[in-house]
T-cell receptor, first 112, second 116 residues
Framework: AQSVTQLGSHVSVSEGALVLLRCNYS??????LFWYVQYPNQGLQLLLK??????LVKGINGFEAEFKKSETSFHLTKPSAHMSDAAEYFC??????????FGSGTKLNVKP | EAGVTQFPSHSVIEKGQTVTLRCDPI?????LYWYRRVMGKEIKFLLH????????ESGMPNNRFLAERTGGTYSTLKVQPAELEDSGVYFC??????????????FGPGTRLTVT
């Protein structure tokens, strides 16, 4: 069965510090990869996605992620955290027929 | 353009009762999906409609769950009778009809279902 692992259910960083949220998937077939963010009382919002082409993808709000096939990873980074980045982040993969497999989510806390 | 909307935002029902959740996808999106997140765990796929047809319902937990999409527009998800383990957040998503764009799913805010 396909699975997505997000290391760390809670991550806390100081404002201005590097944000690194980890995501690994289990498959020998490269999937399409996504990061979604959920702010309190809102729906899931697409941050960025990798389908084909350049393995370093840039998303909204200064986030980026790099697809590393050899490591089956798609970690999300942002050079400098902002208070408004506090939210829950979900990594997701899709192989065929549009069925998404999500990780269990990582709550990001940003300290002033 | 309006996004995916879901109603109600929150529902509290007693065990054994029936609840119907509604999802209105983005206009023109043929693909509609239901997902569920239980108690802070991963968001799990329930089913996928293409227009009014069920493309994949492999994630439906059991026959107490019934999803419909009459006319290929909005969809309903009925739980009857509800059990305690059905509590969670139910998300709806939609995407365009084909190609790479079909993989980009737009999610609604979710319906938080609490069964007591």
């Amino acid at each position: 069965a396909q699975s997505v692992t997000q290391l760390g259910s809670h991550v806390s960083v100081s404002e201005g510090a590097l944000v690194l949220l980890r995501c690994n998937y289990s498959s020998s077939v490269p999937p399409y990869l996504f990061w979604y963010v959920q702010y309190p009382n809102q729906g899931l919002q697409l941050l960025l996605k990798y389908t084909t082409g350049a393995t370093l993808v840039k998303g909204i709000n200064g986030f980026e992620a790099e697809f590393k096939k050899s490591e089956t990873s798609f970690h999300l980074t942002k050079p400098s955290a902002h208070m408004s980045d506090a939210a829950e982040y979900f990594c997701a993969v899709v192989y065929n027929f549009n069925k998404f497999y999500f990780g269990s989510g990582t709550k990001l806390n940003v300290k002033p | 353009e309006a996004g995916v909307t879901q109603f109600p935002s929150h529902s509290v029902i007693e065990k054994g009762q029936t609840v119907t959740l509604r999802c209105d996808p983005i206009s023109g999106h043929d693909n509609l999906y239901w997902y569920r997140r239980v108690m802070g765990k991963e968001i799990k796929f329930l089913l996928h409609f293409v227009k009014e047809s069920k493309q994949d319902e492999s994630g439906m937990p059991n026959n107490r769950f019934l999803a419909e999409r009459t006319g290929g527009t909005y969809s309903t998800l009925k739980v009857q009778p509800a059990e305690l383990e059905d509590s969670g957040v139910y998300f709806c998503a939609s995407s365009q009809d084909s190609g790479v764009s079909s993989y980009e799913q737009y999610f609604g805010p979710g319906t938080r279902l609490t069964v007591t």
